[in-house]
């Protein structure tokens, strides 16, 4: 892969900037000695061709959603419309400061009031905040808003929170950054919350727990109610971690489930790019006595006006320099007034329907741990692969196929993991393609198991050796391994 | 629905291959009466041609857009260099996720290095991650990697720090049950660096600063001893400015929506986040690193894996997952597309254009700069007059300018904070100055 | 310069490697005294910044842009999915030439292939080009066809045909030597067929006309023998109307501009070619095939360019190269995003609104439809007033509507032509009624 | 490669257009029986994501500039900027209608007024228009010119047009266009118009002549003024031919050569994208005696205002819809704001260098029939090749090695010519790269001349069978071929 610091750079490119069209300025002078730059940072200057065939060529290395079928599970890559790219970058979104005064911006105001209203309804909660921006940061604020309430409560005293073992990794990060203790539950055999393990941990050092609903096997928390009526009786409160929303969405409302902090991922639910890596969005909704926490600024609206609201004192504070990533929330928005309710009701149909099929199919091929009604996404096995075949070398041999692989290695609890979310916008002729060539794979294990374990052959690159980019760093461009750029 | 790609016939057969009648028992495992409790959202949907519509009429209902801005603060209008774009609605970068599978995301990992390798240039230092959400989160993590580093439980903050970042290091810092020690600044606007306390884990300054001004960096840290010294910077002012590794910064972090980002009403930005070698355990979020493949060939991965939430959970360094990749490619190709010189160059302008302004609003009436200091491209005028009525006078003349209460809550009254970019033309700045002395 | 990749320094190694001193030895075969007499254009170079600021003003200057737009004739303010501009800004497909080397030009084949087909399937034609520059190229080429193919030297051409197809025609026809003879249109607008005389090549009509009138084509083409008839066509229409193969024309083209093109002042368009496959030996034109390759996968290549220029030179079928590659791309997209259902929807969302609105204009008093005769989604409005009168009314009230000098110059006095579109709104609509009464 | 048609159409699409808001009309009724389509089209109805992917996935088997280096002869496929791609898409000049009132298009009619008078200036010519919208539209154009005023002089019996052999298909082709007939004058062993063969022909039935500019083999005309002159004495007119304007644009003028016709393609000297064949443009320059006859409308400005101007009788009537390629004249305009004087002798600067350098290099491995100075372009010879290896397999060849062949058996005057026009916009290592892969392909045809005469092996498809698509055609989808889409 050649870098851009691999080209050369030349003298004298210039023509994006204007002349200067006012007196120059002597850097020493206005700055002082000691403050100017003393060597130019190593950046080579390039045509615009130079720099636009580089990152063309760059992209065409990578995988995205419209090159195919993308099944990671819990990441919801699924279609994302070119409409939310074109209204992002409307002038009038794009070309806004954030400190411009609320009546020359009503238009993104109140977009952002109208969004928070939406995703209030959808969660059945009481009150929204964009400000996070992303799933984890909204687990952060989540984490926050437990330790203000339990702090104005006068119980600094409960400082765990529990944790199913299936959870994502963000979420006791998230705790442990909020500085909660992080006790793990463990899941029964039919993969959600054991009611009875749970129980025994529910005592007075409880701040709350944290539930991914559905769990990241794609599994539905049948008892969700007696789970969260078990934290609410000992003083805990409940956390929902929505990164499945888009399995339940239109139908069913965590704020009807004992929710007191939900975080969406507007990037996943919602249809926003993710960007390899983002940026995303991570709303929060809140129950009740929740709400005098949230961070600030809000966004208020009154006799048709929107505006900033800085004082409420009980407020945890902001996670965000402004309003969150408002220009995820026009997408978001924009994606949310195509679908209405009854396409909120598609999503969920589609993405269920999607996962039960292929889990189905596959379930015939791989082992499914937990064999059972899923939700938006299943989890298969790959430990009984013959020949040393790996979940890892069957994920690799994907990419030969042309597909995407799916998550592997997670959820911890299973062994071998192959987490499988199709996403609603994916069709049944793409569905059967992507099982035909898992199947495919399970029989190359058996029959030419060398085929598999040294996939890919058709990628970039062949398999990255991570051993070696661990014990031997190299995280920047070495300059000095070679004659400086000229 | 013009997303989804199953005809009603094909849910039929999908039904029919896992033995269900109906779709509604897929949602048997959900609680009857949650389902019960369901209550529609009162939205009808629209076409495509209805949303842009309803969607570009709140765009318009945006006039701030179209004004002139002296706007700053953390956020600048600078020009984006139209390739950026085009590169960036590359739909193999927009719509890819984290490049879990390298195999098959070496364009975004070659730019997440490319772009690491920018900001240690930028910034003078010798790593730097692939992002964090925003200047203000990126800081309030360097707040908990210094402690993490140092222990003391205390980190010393000036006050000229920008204030969306401090309060998101305050609410950062509570949580984590970590003390901030205020820093006050002196008259010329810096920062009192003989107001540090000696027992904290680090000090954190921004350079330039809320007020424009450049801090005076050499031979702190040497003076701090073993505090680490966070600093906060500009990066497209350091095309111009001596970077904070210079001055033996251990941690830099940086809002960097000046390199190639629209302001985009705050978001998405982008956190840059830079340190030494010796901490790279301690760092926050991703990053990418040079490898080579099963033949030998050179590519690129992620790499120090082990400190992340996703391997390391509730003793990760951060709980980072989703970070702001886009955006960095943004500034990759932004900073390739300027390049060394037209980034000085562009630095440049704002400097001469910002002096400039100053140097006509020294001239003016009932006007002065509260601070003597260098400054790069922002600067504080103080006035005779309430500074809201100068604020509004601008405004009726098409500047846009920052409401004074934030200064003000900063401790700097009857005050106005003017950034220029190289996107101000001298005859807009001559206006400004003929608006702040009352002319129109 | 921005977009030339060699420094001064590559420049010298350069002249050195070919034994030049000095650059200007390069142009040392263009005569002295042409050289001497160059005088520059006065133009100093911009920066892009500046150019992309000067272009934007100069987009800022038409207000029509922000207008209701009832304007037709041939040009429509269709709506664009939005996806379109994606898929047409990809690089590899705007930026590729003709596909002279099918094998890494696949991409602009296929869709080539795939445009053709469609515009036989919309067309009811069983060939079709890969594109003419316009409509009214297209109906000139398919003139000279047509006399080449019958050899007459006539052509007869309906006066109801839109005037700047008539224009074009009337130029190319003149050159060629071959006689236009004009056809009257009858009382309801349509082309008067019983003057049509017998001797020509062909016929030309249009359908639906200037007038917005439907042509009634069943039944012509037996009356007119071997003379060829030739249909220019509204290829959105044609979501709904019975097509021109329907009724056995030899020759339909189009303006395909409704397809997915901005309106863009009138270019680049696109000009729709299809005709019979007895007729391909005088295609104008590129065509696009399907072949094999080597290994004997399917694949597309050009095909038949035994009539093409760059072969046949002065006997080509025409001096046509560069085309609407990329407008017939536009197309192809556009067509592919609203399928089958979306075409008729969207013809049927046009043709409902143009009746809605014509049912409040015959309600109007002093206005009534110009002909008796039915239409798809365009009319002609007669007025008691003086029909600028009207448009400057509706003018102020914030409507597009054309000079009725153009309707005047083809014998319609008096008279407004409005089109209408799915983008106009109900309200819009009403609003236009009431203007067009006088009211407010 | 499978087409749109190859995809399964579903119900229910729907969600571009708005629900009718205004009573449905019954269309038999409204229209008349007879009239309303019978059979609806055979489009597939596809999800956004199906559609985009299938295209994206067809771009993939495209080469563009962005790739890399795109040498076609005669071509100027140089880089396209970004900005005039975005400056085009500017809702205020994208979303204008051709018929709207001048008063309300000034910024569209002042944008065209400006190129046309920037034209102008570049050609040292008495006017301009911008209605052609290709090269060869401009040609006919210019050829009806010729005729029109061969007809007001009252000489319509000169009816001939000479033509150098080496002229571009066009040329001819516009010419017969037009009604006249084409005489070939040959060119001499310096690849230049044979002065004796030209004067040869001139009688009283030569309309004039068309001469390129340079010339196809990137060879200027030294004696360009005594040929115009020669033509001038015998009565007869001279049409120029731009395309190759890149090679002296900034530093000599047709204006100042003889010319009386000059089309620019503003798709090659001007950056415009060549859109995979299309759209371009072509304005026309002509001199003082031609003017009269330029196409309505003209575009003119008087005291600051500007308009369309019908009323010239003399008028050789129109050649377009409107005004030719606006969008395209947009793109035009932007670059030549960027250029700037000094940028257009650049461009001329580097394009003959870049030839020179390259042509230089090349001639040692591959012959060069015309060996002298060149503009922008020159033209080697595969004829020597050993082993069979054709210019057909070499640029095949190329293909392989990852960049575009040039332009290859044409002009006609070579034998199996390679016409190479590296472009203004390449830069020194990206023709050593041209240049080493070219030699190598040499070598190969020595050593393994059936990896060159097998090529491609490393393309989307391998070399393409012609005769078959010509023998047999198929020139659109075959829906009967196989099973009815479902
Ligand atoms: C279940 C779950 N929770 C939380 C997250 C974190 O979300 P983000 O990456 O937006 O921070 C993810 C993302 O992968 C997830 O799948
Ligand atoms: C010398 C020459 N003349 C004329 C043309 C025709 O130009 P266009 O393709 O724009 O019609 C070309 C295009 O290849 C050319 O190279």
Redesign the interface.
């Known amino acids: 892969m050649k870098t851009l610091f691999d080209h050369a750079s030349r003298e004298g490119v210039g023509g994006l900037f204007p002349a200067c069209d006012v007196p120059a300025v002597a850097l020493h002078d206005v700055l002082g000695a000691g403050l100017v730059r003393a060597r130019a940072p190593r950046i080579p200057n390039l045509s615009e061709g130079e720099v636009a065939r580089h990152y063309t060529a760059l992209s065409k290395l990578n995988y995205g959603v419209d090159d195919g079928i993308y099944p990671l599970g819990s990441c919801t890559m699924k279609y994302n419309p070119k409409l939310n790219e074109d209204v992002a970058r409307l002038p009038g979104f794009a070309g806004v400061h954030p400190h411009a005064d609320a009546d020359l911006t009503q238009g993104a105001l109140g977009l952002l009031h109208e969004l928070s209203e939406l995703l209030r309804a959808i969660s059945g909660m009481a009150a929204v905040t964009l400000q996070p921006v992303a799933g984890a940061h909204g687990e952060l604020l989540g984490m926050f808003l437990f330790k203000r309430v339990l702090e104005q409560r006068g119980e600094p005293s409960r400082t765990r929170i529990l944790l199913p073992d299936s959870a994502h990794g963000t979420n006791p990060a998230s705790a442990a950054m909020a500085g909660f203790s992080v006790t793990e539950i463990r899941s029964n055999d039919r993969g959600t919350v054991d009611l009875d393990a749970l129980r025994a941990e529910l005592d007075s050092t409880v701040a709350g727990i944290m539930l991914t609903v559905p769990n990241t096997l794609g599994i539905f928390e049948e008892n969700i109610l007696d789970v969260t009526r078990a934290v609410h009786d000992a003083g805990g409160l409940c956390y929902f971690d929505g990164a499945n929303l888009n399995s339940f969405i239109g139908r069913a409302r965590p704020g009807d489930m004992g929710a007191d902090v939900f975080h969406f991922n507007l990037h996943k639910t919602l249809s926003t790019p993710h960007g390899g890596g983002g940026p995303g969005a991570g709303a929060v909704a809140v129950s009740a006595p929740l709400v005098d926490y949230l961070p600030v600024p809000w966004i208020v609206e009154s006799s048709g006006a929107v505006r900033l609201d800085w004082d409420h004192p009980k407020s945890v504070g902001s996670v965000h320099s402004f309003y969150g990533n408002f220009l995820v929330a026009v997408r978001a928005y924009a994606y949310l007034l195509q679908l209405g309710d009854s396409g909120l009701r598609e999503v969920s149909e589609n993405a269920v329907l999607n996962a039960n099929y292929l889990q189905e199919r596959l379930k015939k091929t791989y082992p499914l741990p937990y064999d059972r009604l899923c939700k938006h996404e299943f989890v298969l096995s790959g430990e009984s692969l013959p020949n040393h075949v790996s979940t890892l070398d069957v994920a690799k041999r994907l990419i030969d196929y042309g597909v995407h692989p799916p998550t592997i290695y997670f959820p911890l609890i299973v062994h071998e993991a192959l987490m499988i979310e199709p996403t609603e916008t994916e069709g049944l002729a793409s569905l059967d393609r992507f099982a035909e060539i898992l199947e495919t794979i399970a029989r190359e294990a058996q029959e030419n198991p060398d085929l598999v374990r040294g996939a890919p052959m058709r990628a970039p690159v062949r398999r990255l050796d991570q051993t070696k980019a661990a014990r031997n760093p190299v995280l920047s461009y070495p300059f000095d391994e070679q004659a400086p750029t000229t | 629905?013009?997303?989804?790609?199953?005809?009603?016939?094909?849910?039929d057969?999908?039904?029919n291959?896992?033995?269900?009648h109906d779709?509604e028992e897929?949602?048997?495992?959900?609680?009857a009466?949650?389902?019960a409790?369901?209550?529609?959202?009162?939205?009808?949907?629209?076409?495509?041609?209805?949303?842009?519509d309803?969607?570009?009429?709140?765009?318009?209902?945006?006039?701030?857009?179209?004004?002139v801005?002296l706007?700053g603060?953390?956020?600048y209008?600078h020009?984006v260099?139209?390739?950026v774009?085009?590169?960036l609605?590359?739909?193999?970068?927009?719509?890819?996720?984290?490049?879990?599978?390298?195999?098959?995301?070496?364009?975004?990992l070659?730019?997440m290095?490319?772009f690491?390798?920018?900001v240690?240039?930028?910034t003078g230092m010798?790593?730097?991650n692939?992002?964090m959400?925003?200047?203000?989160?990126a800081l309030a993590e360097a707040v908990?990697m210094a402690d993490r580093i140092r222990g003391r439980g205390r980190i010393a903050m000036a006050t000229n720090v920008l204030p969306?970042?401090r309060?998101?290091v305050?609410?950062?810092a509570?949580?984590?049950?970590i003390e901030l020690v205020e820093v006050p600044f002196d008259a010329s606007g810096r920062c009192a660096w003989d107001r540090v306390p000696h027992d904290v884990s680090g000090v954190v300054v921004q350079s330039p600063n809320a007020f424009g001004v450049?801090e005076?960096l050499?031979g702190r840290k040497a003076a701090l001893g073993d505090t680490l010294l966070v600093v906060a910077t500009y990066p497209l002012a350091?095309?111009?400015?001596?970077?904070p590794g210079?001055f033996e910064a251990d941690i830099v972090v940086g809002?960097g929506q000046s390199l190639g980002l629209?302001?985009?009403?705050?978001?998405?930005?982008l956190g840059l986040f830079a340190t030494k070698m010796e901490f790279?355990r301690q760092l926050p979020g991703?990053?990418?690193?040079?490898?080579?493949?099963?033949?030998g060939?050179?590519?690129?991965?992620?790499?120090?894996?082990?400190r992340?939430?996703?391997?390391?959970?509730?003793?990760?360094t951060?709980?980072?997952?989703?970070?702001?990749?886009?955006?960095a490619?943004a500034a990759?190709?932004y900073?390739?597309?300027?390049?060394?010189?037209?980034?000085?160059?562009?630095a440049?302008?704002c400097?001469?254009?910002a002096?400039?302004l100053a140097d006509a609003v020294r001239k003016t009436k009932g006007m002065k700069l509260a601070f003597d200091a260098?400054f790069?491209n922002e600067f504080v005028v103080e006035t005779k007059e309430p500074a809201r009525a100068v604020q509004r006078r601008l405004?009726d003349a098409g500047f846009?300018v920052?409401?004074p209460a934030?200064l003000e809550a900063q401790g700097v009254r009857n005050a106005l904070r003017l950034a220029v970019t190289?996107?101000r033309?001298?005859d807009e700045?001559d206006r400004a100055v003929s608006a702040l002395g009352g002319k129109r």
């Open positions: 629905m013009r997303y989804l790609s199953n005809a009603a016939s094909d849910r057969r999908m039904l291959a896992i033995g269900r779709v897929l949602f048997s495992d959900i609680p009466e949650v389902l409790k369901y209550e529609p959202i009162g939205l009808e949907p629209k076409s495509e041609l209805e949303v842009f309803a969607v570009r009429r709140l765009a318009d209902g945006n006039p701030a857009a179209g004004l801005s706007l603060g953390g956020i209008d020009y260099p139209r390739v774009a085009h590169i609605g590359r739909s193999e970068f927009y719509t890819a996720y984290t490049p879990y599978q390298p195999e098959i995301s070496q364009g975004t070659t730019a290095f490319e690491q390798t920018l240690c240039e930028l010798e790593i730097a692939a992002s959400y925003d200047g203000a989160t908990l969306q970042f309060r998101v305050a609410t950062y509570w949580a984590a049950g450049i005076s050499a350091l095309g111009l400015l001596e970077p210079a809002e629209p302001m985009g009403f705050g978001g998405p930005l790279l991703r990053i990418a690193g040079r490898t080579v493949d099963a033949d060939k050179p590519g690129f991965t992620m790499a120090a894996q082990t992340e939430q996703h391997i390391r959970r509730e003793r990760a951060s709980n980072i997952c989703t970070n702001s990749a886009l955006c490619l990759t190709v900073l390739a597309s300027v390049g060394a010189d037209g980034l000085h160059q562009v440049e302008l400097c001469a254009k002096h400039y260098p790069f405004a846009l920052e409401d934030e190289e996107q033309s001298r700045l």
